[in-house]
């Protein structure tokens, strides 16, 4: 190679780095009692940074999914083709129970765990975190039905990875899919046309067409449907029990901004045959506890995200040179690193507090459930809404490098905003605050005694704390509430976050989120941190070793 092409002044590999080197992971763990779980999430966080599967995780993206609708004779198949690197993915997170392990090993903490683990692999590759959140989210709505539980529940919960299009009761494990939305209604699932006519059986044939289905290669689906009681939840299967196929046909897979390597498809119902989940004509009832479970995924997958962004950009600017001196050791990048690695465990530690308050609520803590309902709402709202500003300042931390796709970088940016639209966007996540502060007036107070846990530790939280109370008139009114919705869901969510990092971060990361998000001492981008932040303490807190 010619001496124009000596390659200088560029970083190593970021490569055989362990994920599991964060420790407000596990602070999380030992400060709810789930260390147990240390051990396997440290052993997945290491996997996580192994070379082979960065490598499957740039193949999974780079060889997106591909639609077959016919086989060679005419005959409608409907199958979804992988990359091999999608099921070595798929496989790791499913042996490691990140699909629906606690549902089936109720230990204390076992959600927490599972989280800490979700949270440390989604950093390899996000795009399957789809189907896993899914069937994660799927055993809990499932539940309304008992004697349909009682047979697929198992092997929702099992963890083998058992790929193709064969009768579900006959496989080893199943993952499960969600068809809810449809292109007149969005969000608005009450808008939803797909008939569902009772067969006589105890069965339905349903028909109709859906917009948006997640992770149609999975063997079952949850769907809503309009059944002549009102719009009803069902249970799907891909393949019948005698081995045909279900009259469920793949339309296309969506050309997506984000995640090429999961497939998402639009699907038509012709007659397909389901059975009832839970109540008939209560269906939005009946999935309202999957959707916590997808939320708090996304919460989850947004905190994994900007660790991973984070992670980049330390790696870079670690190596990179510029105007005479190492990118790290300059002021402005020193701010810039660490405004984002104080989001970054802002967002991590309010993901696991989250997924603490599961374990309590399903072990029968009423103050819990209520503190998640309200928790995940504004968490939703806030968190998965600063996912992309804190990809794009990670990105720009690489400069021109990070703007190319083998930089992994693209791969983050397009990525954020799917966690942010998922389960509801932001006016729906802002909505849904308001609707929990109206029917479940319990949240609010769990939410805020969370805060005040904190009360007299920091002056400027004390502050924001008394704001967001003052706030609470100004929501009586309901045009007045909507107006102010987002701003109250941003305001709860700071305090929540400054709370939680006052009391259990390092003292360098929590005074520096109270001065700069609850102390007004900030701009809108990120390095705008106070003079007095000591950055060198939040920097090495988050470095990566």
């Known amino acids: 190679m010619s001496a124009t092409h000596e390659v200088i002044n560029q970083p190593p590999p970021l490569t055989g780095f362990t994920a599991a080197d964060d420790p407000a992971v596990f602070e999380a763990l030992r400060r709810h009692g789930a260390q147990w779980g240390e051990a396997e999430v440290r052993e997945l966080g290491a996997l996580a940074g192994a070379p082979e599967v960065q490598d499957r995780a740039r193949a999974a993206e780079e060889t997106p999914p591909r639609l077959r609708t016919h086989d060679r004779y005419g005959h409608r198949v409907d199958e979804v083709e992988f990359h091999p690197a999608w099921h070595h993915l798929m496989a790791t997170a499913v042996e490691h129970g990140l699909h629906a392990a606690p549902w089936a090993d109720p230990r204390p903490g076992a959600h927490l765990v599972r989280a800490a683990k979700f949270h440390l692999w989604s950093q390899a590759e996000a795009g399957h975190g789809c189907p896993v959140s899914m069937t994660y989210a799927a055993v809990p709505a499932l539940r309304a039905q008992p004697e349909l539980a009682a047979v697929y529940e198992p092997l929702l919960t099992a963890r083998s990875y058992d790929f193709g299009l064969r009768p579900p009761l006959g496989k080893s494990g199943l993952i499960a899919g969600m068809s809810m939305t449809e292109k007149q209604g969005g969000s608005d699932v009450r808008a939803n046309t797909t008939e569902a006519v009772p067969a006589g059986d105890g069965g339905y044939r349903l028909t109709g067409h859906k917009w948006f289905t997640s992770a149609p290669m999975s063997d079952v689906f949850l769907v809503l449907a309009q059944a002549p009681e009102g719009l009803t939840c069902f249970l799907l299967p891909r393949v019948l029990p005698d081995g045909t196929r279900n009259a469920m046909h793949l339309q296309r897979l969506k050309d997506k901004l984000g995640n090429r390597s999961n497939a998402s498809a639009e699907v038509e119902y012709d007659g397909a045959v389901a059975w009832p989940v839970g109540e008939a004509g209560r269906g939005v009832r009946t999935i309202v506890e999957m959707v916590n479970m997808t939320r708090l995924d996304c919460v989850l997958g947004t905190a994994a995200g900007m ?55 399903h072990a029968g803590d009423e103050a819990e459930a209520a503190f998640r309902r309200l928790a995940l709402a504004v968490s939703k709202y806030w968190v998965c809404k600063r996912g992309s500003t804190h990809a794009a300042e990670a990105l720009e931390c690489l400069g021109g490098n990070g703007y190319v796709e083998e930089s992994g970088m693209p791969r983050l940016y397009r990525e954020a905003p799917l966690l942010s639209i998922w389960e509801g966007s932001g006016n729906v996540a802002a909505l849904d605050v308001l609707r929990a502060l109206a029917r479940e007036p319990a949240g609010l107070d769990a939410v805020l005694a969370e805060v005040d846990a904190a009360s007299g530790a920091d002056a400027r939280l004390d502050a924001a704390a008394a704001g967001v109370r003052a706030m609470l008139p100004e929501l009586k009114d309901p045009v007045g509430a909507q107006l102010r919705a987002r701003a109250f869901a941003e305001r709860l969510a700071l305090v929540l976050q400054g709370s939680l990092l006052v009391r259990h971060s390092h003292p360098a990361v929590a005074d520096a989120f109270c001065a700069s998000r609850l102390g007004g001492d900030w701009g809108y981008a990120f390095g705008t941190l106070p003079a007095g932040a000591d950055l060198g303490a939040i920097l090495e807190r988050a470095r990566t070793r």
């Open 307 to 361: 660790r991973a962004g984070l992670r980049q950009a330390l790696h870079h600017t670690a190596h990179r040179r510029a105007f005479g001196a190492r990118l790290a050791d300059q002021p402005l990048m020193r701010s810039v690193l660490a405004d984002l690695a104080i989001e970054s465990e802002a967002a991590t530690t309010l993901g696991l507090r989250l997924a603490a308050a599961v374990d309590a609520a």
